[in-house]
C-alpha cells in the first residue's frame, strides 16, 4: 500500500525527470521507461500517474508555466514603478530557476512539439499572452499604447530569441548578459519616447 502523501511527490519526481531527460535529448524523444527510471519509479507508476507520455508532457510543460507565471507574480507585486515591472519580467525570464540548461531545452522541444500539438500549441499561446500582459503592465503607463505593444512584441521576442540561442549554446552564454542586451533596447526606446 502506497504511503500516503506519496503521490505528489512522485508526480513531481516525474515531471523534474521529464525535464532533465529532454535538456539531456535536446528533444522529446524520451520513453516513459527512461523517465520513471530517472524519477525512480517504476514505468507502470508513471502511467498510472500520468496515463500516456504525452500526458506527462502536458504536466510538465503546464508546471513549467506554473512556475514561471508564480515568479512573475512575485516580481511584479514587488515593483513599485511601472518600469520596475518591466525590468521584473525580465529578470524573472533570466533568473537561475527559470534559465537552466535543460529548462530552457524542454522549453525549446515544447516549441517544436507545438508545431504537431494542439494541446501544446495552446499552452504556448497561453505562455505568450501572460508575458504580453506582464510586460503591458508596466509598458503602457510609460509609451502610448501602440508603442508600448510593439515594444512589449519585441521585448517578448528578444527573450524567446535569447532562449533559443542559449539552446543552441550559440551567441549570448549567460543570463545576465542576455537580460542586460533586453534592457539596452527597453533604454533606447523610453528615451526616443521621451525624446518625441
Keep these: 500500500m502506497p504511503k500516503v502523501g506519496m503521490e505528489p511527490l512522485r508526480r513531481k519526481a516525474l515531471i523534474d525527470a521529464t525535464i532533465s531527460a529532454i535538456g539531456e535529448r535536446g ?21 498510472h500517474y500520468f496515463g500516456a507520455k504525452d500526458d506527462l508532457l502536458q504536466a510538465t510543460m503546464r508546471y513549467l508555466l506554473t ?14 514603478t511601472p518600469r520596475a515591472r518591466v525590468s521584473a519580467v525580465i529578470a524573472v525570464n533570466f533568473s537561475d530557476k527559470q534559465f537552466r540548461a535543460e529548462t530552457i ?4 522541444a515544447f516549441y517544436v512539439e507545438a508545431q504537431k500539438s494542439p494541446t501544446l500549441r495552446r499552452l504556448l499561446r497561453v505562455y505568450a499572452s501572460r508575458l504580453h500582459s506582464n510586460l503591458m503592465s508596466g509598458l503602457s503607463a ?8 510593439r515594444v512589449a512584441e519585441t521585448t517578448a521576442a528578444l527573450i524567446d530569441g535569447l532562449y533559443i540561442r542559449r539552446a543552441l549554446k550559440d551567441g549570448i552564454p549567460d543570463a545576465a548578459t542576455a537580460a542586460a542586451l533586453i534592457e539596452d533596447y527597453l533604454e533606447i526606446k523610453l528615451t526616443q519616447a521621451k525624446a518625441a
Design 27 to 47: 528533444s522529446l524523444d524520451v520513453t516513459m521507461s527512461e523517465i520513471a527510471g530517472r524519477a525512480g519509479v517504476s514505468s507502470a507508476l508513471a502511467h
Design 67 to 80: 512556475e514561471l507565471n508564480a515568479d512573475c507574480r512575485a516580481a511584479l507585486t514587488a515593483s513599485t
Design 105 to 108: 531545452a524542454a522549453w525549446l
Design 142 to 149: 510609460l509609451l502610448p499604447r501602440p508603442e508600448a505593444e
